[in-house]
């Protein structure tokens, strides 16, 4: 589904991630963790070329590219990939002036040329998948967090994308917010949506994760599926970054 080669990426002389390999199965969920600045969000951004790498090969799906000094990937080529995933942000994005149904219908109809009356039934059915088809015609500014994420992952989910993509969904939520966004996510997982999740939610990632990746100053520390991590870690740095956390597996 997903396959990294040796994935580079640097800011100036500041090299972020260092020679990343990876592969993620079709209908899998893969969480990243590791300590902050260790480089979790920028390899996420990588997957759909917010940011582009400097090095290495990244294919989704069918579609491969290469990077690399001299190799420039061509703008419809970086389309092409991006259509391909769906993207859930921190900080949920919605455009404030539009309803709902709007900010979900805004890809589908600008973007893939759907018809207005098509993406709406979409946008219609995604709502009620996230448990929000009443708020159809409300703002954002009128939605709490978590409500307002909901729709960003209806918005995500509306291009009909291969993978989603997950950068910290619950960060900017207040604690009692944020089961309601993994609940949605936890149905996608069963659902089959390959689901590439960056989050601080252990407890999440314990109970919905196939396969947990951590990473550590742009590297792969360790990698493996839930139990491997949380009970039997390998690395001394895997288990001094897991007896910090709050609420330890």
Request: one cysteine or more.
């Amino acid at each position: 589904m997903i396959e990294i080669k040796q994935l580079e990426k640097a800011f100036g002389d500041h090299q972020v991630l260092k020679g990343i390999d990876l592969n993620i199965e079709k209908s899998k969920v893969m969480v990243i963790i590791g300590p902050s600045g260790s480089g979790k969000t920028t390899l996420l951004r990588c997957m759909n070329l917010l940011e582009m790498p400097t090095k290495g090969a990244l294919r989704v799906g069918d579609f491969q590219m290469t990077f690399g000094e001299g190799n420039v990937p061509k703008q419809k080529d970086i389309l092409s990939l991006r259509r391909k995933s769906g993207m859930v942000f921190q900080s949920y994005n919605l455009f404030p002036h539009k309803t709902v149904l709007q900010n979900i219908m805004e890809g589908p109809v600008i973007v893939q040329r759907k018809k207005q009356e098509e993406a709406e039934a979409r946008a219609l059915q995604l709502l009620d998948k996230v448990g929000l088809k009443e708020k159809a015609q409300a703002y954002p500014e009128q939605l709490s967090g978590g409500q307002q994420q909901r729709v960003g992952i209806a918005r995500a989910m509306a291009v009909n994308p291969e993978v989603l993509l997950f950068d910290e969904p619950t960060s900017a939520l207040d604690p009692e917010l944020v089961g309601e966004v993994l609940g949605v996510m936890k149905e996608l997982a069963l659902e089959g949506m390959t689901m590439v999740v960056v989050t601080h939610e252990m407890k999440f990632a314990s109970e919905v994760a196939d396969q947990i990746v951590l990473l550590d100053q742009g590297k792969i520390l360790e990698q493996g599926s839930p139990d491997d991590i949380f009970n039997h870690p390998k690395e001394e740095r895997t288990k001094s970054f897991l007896s910090r956390l709050i609420d330890p597996i």
